[in-house]
């Protein structure tokens, strides 16, 4: 049955409505929909917020524990609270200020989040009030440690307990008594457990020291036993033995001289064998054994003076010469059996004397042939260094000198004489023997290679021999102590020079690993890297919170590898650096000076502490070594204070004029050190003395003799390297004088092991400056200065000229002629003063001439 239609019209209100109303409805909807969707939200937010309050203060009272006084806020801690707080930080909202929070609510997040964001200038100044509390907590017990309290220097490096300590020590400032310290601190406070320290140092002289110290400081030799005290390479040993598989064995027995013996065996063999390592050696020998040194780069004709006079430039056949260049003629035409006169004089007739050269004297003469050889010095423009001098009528050296080329040009086109020219500029760009044999072969000289046996013979007469092999020992052991390759160093090879030294050093160093084999041993090398690698590799389980290493100025790539590897295994374990760069002082053994002054860019985060109050010498003695170290740039600045006002003069220039045979020189030295000690035992009349050279070959050939003449002093010779650490009454520095074996040594710093060591001090002669201010600052009272006035060493000089020590008869009088010192001299005419240059410069003046 069908519906019946309701008899009332359907109403549809908002149908009705215009279009305008209807619009305006449906925003309002969705607009209330959005806000009650966004109210649920923020309640759903602050109700999340809500819920971290508890970690919040909790987090809260982590932070404030970093900070109660009780333990120094270390970096480590700081990394630990942002990585354990990290997730609650991520789930706090940027916006958590606008989600209706309460005003306390808000202000602890707030408190949270800005600590977080300040942590670590909230952990400096915190830091900052910590250190004077700690030292005041401690400072009975560090005061009652030895006879003399601690300083104020020392309390604040001893309290410092950052990730990365370094600490700055001055020359007897109390290096040792510093780390000692630090060890009782750290068991006293708990800080660790003795098992957990490793005092590691670079001699068993130093390490033995800082045991008794610590025995001493600890009053328990028991728990001074639980701490590890190692050399680096006694560590190394101890790792290696520990984890090795098999018995460890010190190669050499870890003697050096043993090694070098081995090498020089080595050399020997392999030079007679391979005749491929015949020819480099002789190569390297005969023309690179010296570092290349132009004429052109010279500023003055002293420098040159000095330069050629810390060498003797002798070849093969023992024909001295004036110029390196003219050695590797002379070697050339030595190793090709041609039979050479060096400086023949030129039978000239009397109509072609020339006055103004004198005598005529080519470089060369080979008289098979009658050839003539001149080696002319001048650039590729013709021109001569800038140090030449003339004379009238010519106004430039450069016109003299060619005119004296043209001259003798002239004699032998006269004479009909066959002459051969070469030139300095051949031997810069690497074309000079090349030269000279093709002159050689034109004038139909015939050129046959000499007997291997009877070079070896030369080569090892001459005195550059053991200087190369220091060299290849010396390289090998920085080789291995970095870890790198013949391959590495090829590919950075950038002179010639180079590549050949490394032809010779690559089978030397082949041969000497494959002797390492064969007899199951390890160097001191393969202990420190081996240990590093073990350790590395997590197969040495023992774990160290404090590494204390005492002469870290000292420290090499290697034992650098190590330290990190250790402080990588835990990385809650500190290191505690102390050293000073001014005494940086073994580089030819690896040691790279930057890993002290680049320190936190090596270690990471780092406190520094300075320890400068010295109280080992008067402060005359700190005025002037401190300003003679300062003068490199590249040295730490520091300001040493010492106690001690100086009673008499502190520097002693003691001048020796030395002359005639080496025993009849031995024995005027040697009189001249009794005159010295005799003025020695009169103002300090028990001293102990300490007799100072560059190399052993300085020490007195009778110094028992000196002892029994003076037996109320206590006298000992020491090289300046081994007098590092060791304090006396009086020193002596022997032999201050320029040249290859002066002070500063010439042969010091060869460029070849520049390729690794990169981050070497590029300052002129910084490692012999730091080894000198050594030498000076092992006195408490007094330093002699011993000199040969005819060829003072420079870094004598520097102290007369600069630092106004000795008297009017110590500075010296320039020569007029040229850049050498006047010194006194004696004729059958009586007294005069000649040039310390002579016979290059012939410059003499009177005795009144000076003496006014």
């Known amino acids: 049955m069908p519906l019946k239609k309701s008899p009332y019209p359907k109403s549809n209100w908002f149908d009705d409505l215009p279009l305008f109303v ?25 109700e999340n917020i809500r819920q971290l309050i508890p970690d919040i203060i909790l987090a809260l009272k982590d932070i404030a524990k970093k900070q109660d006084m009780v333990l120094y806020f270390s970096n480590y801690d700081a990394l630990r609270l942002r990585e354990d707080h990290k997730p609650l930080l991520q789930a706090i909202p940027k916006n958590y200020r606008n989600c209706g929070l309460d005003a306390d609510e808000q202000a602890l997040i707030s408190r949270f989040v800005d600590i977080h964001e300040n942590l670590e200038g909230i952990r400096k100044a915190y830091n900052g009030r910590f250190i004077p509390h700690e030292i005041s907590e401690f400072k009975a017990f560090l005061c009652s440690l030895e006879t003399y309290p601690l300083s104020l220097e020392q309390m604040r490096a001893v309290a410092c307990d950052e990730d990365n300590n370094l600490v700055i020590a001055g020359a007897g400032t109390g ?4 780390i000692s310290a630090k060890i009782a601190y750290i068991l006293e406070k708990n800080l660790a457990r003795p098992e957990e320290l490793l005092v590691i140092s670079f001699t068993n002289t130093a390490v033995d020291e800082m045991f ?6 600890l009053r328990d030799d028991e728990l001074a036993r639980g701490i590890t005290f190692k050399t680096f390479n006694g560590f190394g040993n101890m790792v290696c033995r520990y984890c090795s598989p098999y018995p460890v064995k010190l190669a050499f027995d870890g003697k050096d001289y043993r090694a070098k013996s081995f090498l020089q065996h080595e050399f020997d063999r392999l030079f007679l064998t391979d ?13 690179f054994v010296r570092p290349p040194r132009d004429d052109f780069d010279f500023k003055s004709e002293n420098d040159l003076i000095k330069h050629e006079r810390a060498f003797r430039n002798v070849s093969l056949n023992g024909t001295e010469c004036k110029s390196l260049e003219e050695v590797m003629i002379a070697n050339f035409l030595y190793l090709h059996r041609v039979d050479f006169a060096y400086e023949r004089t030129y039978p000239l007739k009397a109509e072609d004397q020339n006055p103004d050269f004198g005598a005529y004297c080519p470089d060369f003469y080979l008289p098979e042939y009658g050839i003539y050889h001149e080696h002319y010095g001048i650039d590729e423009q013709g021109n001569v260094p800038a140090y030449f001098k003339c004379k009238p009528p010519f106004k430039t050296a450069t016109e003299q000198y060619q005119s004296g080329m043209r001259w003798k040009e002239s004699i032998h086109e006269k004479y009909g004489t066959r002459l051969i020219k070469t030139y300095s500029f051949q031997n810069r760009n690497g074309t000079l023997l090349k030269a000279l044999k093709i002159h050689l072969d034109n004038y139909g000289v015939v050129l046959n290679k000499r007997d291997p046996k009877e070079i070896l013979t030369r080569i090892k007469a001459l005195d550059d021999y053991e200087d190369f092999m220091n060299l290849i020992f010396t390289f090998l052991n920085l080789m291995k102590s970095n870890n790198s390759t013949i391959g590495q160093l090829r590919s950075k ?15 030397l160093k082949e041969a000497y690993q494959a002797e390492l084999i064969r007899t199951g041993c390890i160097d001191y090398n393969d202990m420190v890297n081996h240990a590093s690698e073990y350790i590395s590799n997590g197969e040495f389980n023992k774990k160290y919170r404090y590494i204390l290493v005492d002469e870290f100025q000292d420290m090499s790539l290697g034992r650098y590898g190590l330290i990190k590897a250790l402080k990588a295994a835990n990385p809650i374990a500190k290191l505690y650096a102390v050293g000073d760069d001014w005494q940086s002082i073994f580089r030819f053994t690896g040691s790279d000076i930057s890993i002290i002054t680049e320190f936190s860019r090596h270690f990471g985060i780092t406190a520094e502490n300075a320890v400068l109050q010295t109280y080992r010498f008067n402060q005359e003695i700190l005025t002037l070594t401190s300003g003679f170290i300062q003068v490199n740039p590249s040295q730490l600045k520091k300001n040493l204070s010492s106690p001690f006002k100086a009673s008499r003069p502190s520097f002693i220039p003691s001048p020796v004029t030395a002359y005639g045979n080496k025993a009849q020189r031995d024995l005027q030295k040697f009189d001249a050190l009794k005159d010295i000690l005799a003025k020695i035992k009169k103002d300090h009349s028990s001293a102990s003395v300490f007799l100072i050279g560059r190399y052993h070959h300085n020490a007195p050939a009778d110094l028992r003799e000196l002892q029994k003449a003076f037996p109320a002093l206590k006298i000992s010779y020491f090289t300046a390297h081994a007098c590092k650490g060791l304090t006396c009454d009086v020193a002596i520095l022997l032999d201050l004088d320029s040249g290859i074996y002066g002070f500063p040594s010439q042969m010091a710093d060869d460029p070849i092991l520049g390729y690794l060591l990169q981050h070497g001090d590029s300052f002129e002669n910084a490692e012999e400056r730091r080894l000198f201010y050594v030498a000076l600052t092992r006195a408490r009272h007094q330093v002699y200065l011993q000199y040969n006035p005819q060829n003072m060493s420079k870094f004598l000089a520097e102290l007369i000229q600069d630092h106004g020590i000795g008297d009017k008869q110590t500075a010296q009088q320039k020569c007029p002629n040229c850049d050498g010192v006047m010194v006194a001299r004696s004729s059958d005419k009586g007294k005069f003063w000649g040039c310390s240059n002579y016979p290059r410069c012939r410059q003499i003046l009177r005795v009144a001439a000076i003496a006014t």
Request: proline share 2%; hydrophobic share 45%.
């Open 275 to 287: 005749t491929d390592f015949a020819q480099k050696a002789v190569n390297f020998i005969s023309f």
């Open 22 to 46: 209807k619009i305006i409805l449906f925003i309002l909807s969705c607009g209330f929909l959005y806000w009650l969707k966004t109210r649920q939200q923020e309640l759903q937010r602050r």
């Open 212 to 217: 008794d110290r610590t025995c001493n400081f």
């Open 175 to 178: 290096k040792t008594t510093t």
């Open 493 to 507: 090879a950038a002179d010639q020079r180079f590549e050949v030294f490394l032809g010779v050093f690559a089978p």
